[in-house]
């Protein structure tokens, strides 16, 4: 039965003309110019005298929409004030906003308002440090669309999930089919859904990295405004004078949660939104990995569970928010999938011709989430490689690994040249962190082995021991996992059972007890940061060794797996169940039990936008350039030589437009509010000559004006052309893929038409 | 086993040796310093700096007089890697003359130094002294001839596993025991120890024990030998009750587990007891949180009856009577219930007992202030 006759019956109809008939609505309204409400008036803060939560504009009626607010104002100190809004008479969610820090080199703000439910009370209120002069004026509050484009998204989700239903009942009723299928079905669907709760709030957990990549989301947002693609700098992060973060930290998966922010959503709903998906591409990918591993979808579906509830993806999710480990997460399984289909697989068999296909997407989704959990992952496959070195060099699967490599190294090509060409030729921050140590970030054994967690607050345990500490870990289940494993081990039970799945658990037994020492704070990692500046600077890079439990938890959980697998085909069947029940009950106590303490302890956080977080945080500062000093940036601050006269100037993303003049004998220069990454270039507009842009003062764009120079430069940054070169790369290499899969599908159709003729 | 093994048996002999001559070398002074008055306006001093390689070391103060006050000792460093060097802060209390501390160090140290102070009374400090000693090798050797017999022990029992001599059952019974142990034993697998009152009295007692010779032993500090005789070997103070703590809980599951063989002539029947009874709450309790031989330590703290009156005892009968228990309920299930149902019950009532005890271990190592006490 086809997906068409699947969708062709009434109800599907039904829900597509009622989605069509909101869309209409939805696109009036989206057409329709907003309404703008404009008012007058000016508030002056008395000088030293601090004023918190001061009404500057009163009962101010709206209808439900979603506004940019506009204010007026006139200040001579940055992030000392702020302006928001309030309204005690809409409920509680009605009315969503942060308001907007107010900088001296502003004149206006430009944040925005969420309100769900009209109103005649809203105030606009000011908070004012009493530093400074501070002179607030009109008040403009301009309607968007974006409520008509959230209403058309929600929509269109909720009718693609509703006829998917009415799809699968049809399929159900017309075919039947198999009654495994659908209870791994619903199987997936809970723990796909448990695994969410925590995301299923209209607020985000505190995360030690979440502000962090909350901007990066709205960087995305602000790069896909200003038409840049893909994004390289994120314009409006350091008070508008661009972070080249997402060069170095990839943010493939993050176009998902700036493309709701482009539709309307705020930052905290995309934020949560991208975790859900996150979850569920996890619970799917594992499923489908673990169970292609063990060719058995139970046992799929158990170790789906555990690794989807296991300690380390909730540390990495809820307590770190650490989006790039969470998000790495999703791609290892692909990588062991492939690698032991490649070392097991027969090797004339079809299939084995697609074996490259789940390394490839495993290695470009390590390489474009975490680059340091895909040189983990590297260094992993070298050792498996040396383990099964004679396999290596057979001639089918040395092609089908070096495929798999290039794939991914193709697929990837277009971030790895940008992000080589800035490690290489940019003298970056990070390049000076490896005074760090790591060794007393370690776990204790106790930790590692840890079962009934709580919502910890203390993430650098070794000053304090562990109590009260942060769920870090591989959890109970798994090392129990680990211990009933070397016991068969131990007692010869291996040696009777000749099967690829129990070669790859040993190995994972042998790689995931190596990863869990290496997490450990016994190991000597401060003494290996001793030796040279090549290990000091390798090791800080780590920053924690949990992070080695990430893969440690994938490799337990093929030992699990392994396990399972061997009772149930040594038809123990009694001790399958058992281990089934061991599995589920693990996974209420363990991993269910801390998401509901998280839920219930941790502290909640609601941002909506980007002005919400402010500008300026970019957590540890690996990518700014060496030297440059961020409590010196704001926005709007043009420097000039004395000879120089700057009449006006416009700015924008990544690019600014300065009117001005060199009245001296020599050449002069115009410091711009841009961080001076390479690629800046500027014309003279009248000309088009380009005009030479230097490092200036705290790494901002420099622009030498020549002698007598009068008129118009316009600064942008252009992305160089070998970097243009490198998506053209990755575009064909995508083009190449997905004219092979084509053609294959083609060819098997046939296939089957010829086979099934010749069956006739 | 032995010819397979004789490589492995000689490899152990000759580094059993060599690790045996190091025990005799002779303590070798590293730093000193003497003649140090610290006063009410100078009441702080710090020795010139040295270096440390892995050992033990000990830092030997003695004052000119009684001290008055109270003047504490310690070795510092001014940057180390990561728990390099561990030792405590320790007291020349009013009316002594002399202290005498360990430092225990894992990893090559520099820019150590020794730092005294006062409360404000005047004292005069004869010597600062710090030596290299050999309880370093003497916990070398220990930990080799344990380890050795650890490791031949398993060979052998492997040897036995493959030739089949030994059942089914009691290779269970040998791994789900171990596995007991490690699981009661998990709040201290860590480098400290969880602070409970009665554990820092029965450590501070072992101290007393194993450092002040005209201290008399009490019938209740036999059991104290144990860990005196670990720390004489070398081992901090943390550590030694962490290895008694180890052996009592051995002890206590091969004891428990052969009277119940013995009782009830069944090895699943005594296996289940055995883990009843070690993985009770109320025995792990006792151990991290009243020390284990809590009810002595009541009776001469608080006078004869206190163990009665805080409840102590009836908390030991009862986990003596649960264990009868549910014993007893398993040997019923075996006459009369259908095996697999037999099989499913056992099974939850495992999960339960051993949900429970990890419950416990995991609340004291996650709640436990840490203490790091090495002497």
Known sequence: MSIIEMLRQKRVYIAVGVAILISFVCVIGIIMPGKEYLLYGNYYFTEGIAEHGTVIYDEISLPPGVYDVILEYDTNTSMKNLCYLEDGTVYTGGLLTNGENLHKNLRQTDFRMWLFEGTKNLQMKVLYGGEGMLITGNLTIRETNALWTMVLTITWSIVVAVCAIFAFGKYDKAVGGDIEKKNIFWGLVCIAVLASVPCMQNANLTGGDLGYHLMRIEGIKDGLKSGQFPIRIEPEWLFGHGYANAVFYCSTLLYFPAILRLLGFTVMTSYNAYCIAVTIATVGVAYYCFAGIFKDRYIGLLCSGLYTFSVVRIFHMFFRAAVGEYSALIFMPLVLYGLYRAFTEDIKSKSYKNVWIPITIGYAGLIQTHVLTCEITAFLTIIICLILIKKVFVKETFCVLAKGALGAFFASFWYLIPFLDYFINEDLHVHYVSGRTIQERGLYLAQVFFHWWKAGYKTLTNHEGMAESHAMGVGLILGIGLAVFFVFWFSGKWKTVKAPVIGLAKISWVLGSLLIVLSLSIFPWDKLHGINDTFASLISSIQFPVRFLSWGTVFLVVVFGSLLWYFKESDRKQLFYAGTVVVIVSIFTSGIYLMDYLCHDRELVRVYNEEGMGFGYVSGGEYLIQGTDTSALDFGVLTFSENVEVISYESGALCMKVNCINYGGNTEYVELPLLHYNGYRAFDTQTGEELNTVKGNNNVVRVHLPSGFKGEIDVRFVSPIHWRLSEVVTYVWWICIGAIVVKRRIGKEKREVRNAENVE | ?375
Request: hydrophobic share 50%.
């Open chain 2, 1 to 375: 086993m032995w010819n397979k093994y004789k490589i492995l048996f000689g490899i152990e002999i000759i580094v059993l040796f060599f690790l045996l001559l190091g025990c005799f070398q002779k303590e070798k002074l590293i730093w000193a310093d003497a003649d140090i008055v610290l006063t009410e306006e100078n009441i702080l001093y710090k020795g010139t700096e040295f270096s440390v390689k892995p050992g033990v070391y000990q830092i030997r103060v003695s004052a000119s007089d009684a001290v008055l006050g109270q003047v504490w000792c310690s070795v510092k460093a001014n940057s180390s890697p990561f728990r390099a060097f561990r030792c405590n802060e320790t007291v020349l209390t009013n009316g002594s003359v002399f202290l005498e501390s360990e430092i225990y160090v894992v990893g090559s140290t520099d820019g150590l130094y020794a730092e005294c102070s006062t409360d404000g009374q005047a004292v005069r400090i004869e010597n600062i002294e710090i030596y290299r000693t050999n309880l370093g090798n003497r916990m070398g050797v220990f930990l080799f001839v344990l380890l050795s017999a650890g490791l031949n022990y398993m060979l052998y029992f492997r040897e036995r596993i493959l030739l089949q001599s030994i059942s089914k059952e009691k290779q269970f019974a040998f791994w789900s025991l171990s596995a007991c142990i490690i699981i009661t034993l998990f709040p201290y697998m860590t480098d400290y120890i969880g602070y409970a009152p009665q554990v820092m009295k029965l450590c501070e007692r072992i101290k007393q024990l194993s450092e002040n010779q005209t201290v008399v032993w009490a019938v209740e500090d036999l059991l104290l030998a144990l860990p005196v005789l670990f720390r004489k070997i070398g081992f901090s103070l943390m550590v030694s009750y962490k290895m008694y703590i180890f052996v009592i809980t051995a002890a206590t599951t091969v004891v428990t587990y052969y009277l119940l063989f013995w009782c009830f002539k069944k090895e699943t029947a005594a296996l289940l007891g055995t883990v009843v009874y070690i993985l009770a709450p109320q025995r792990i309790m006792s151990v991290y949180e009243r020390g284990p031989i809590g009810v002595m330590l009541l009776n001469r703290e608080f006078g004869e009856g206190a163990a009665w009156q805080s409840g102590n005892v009836w908390c030991i009968l009862l986990i003596c009577i649960k264990t009868l228990v549910v014993v007893g309920f398993y040997l019923w299930l075996e006459k009369k219930a259908d095996p697999k149902i037999k099989w499913w019950i056992v099974f939850c009532l495992v999960l339960v007992f051993v949900g429970e005890a990890v419950y416990c271990v995991n609340n004291i190592a996650y709640t436990y202030a840490p203490v790091w006490i090495y002497s």
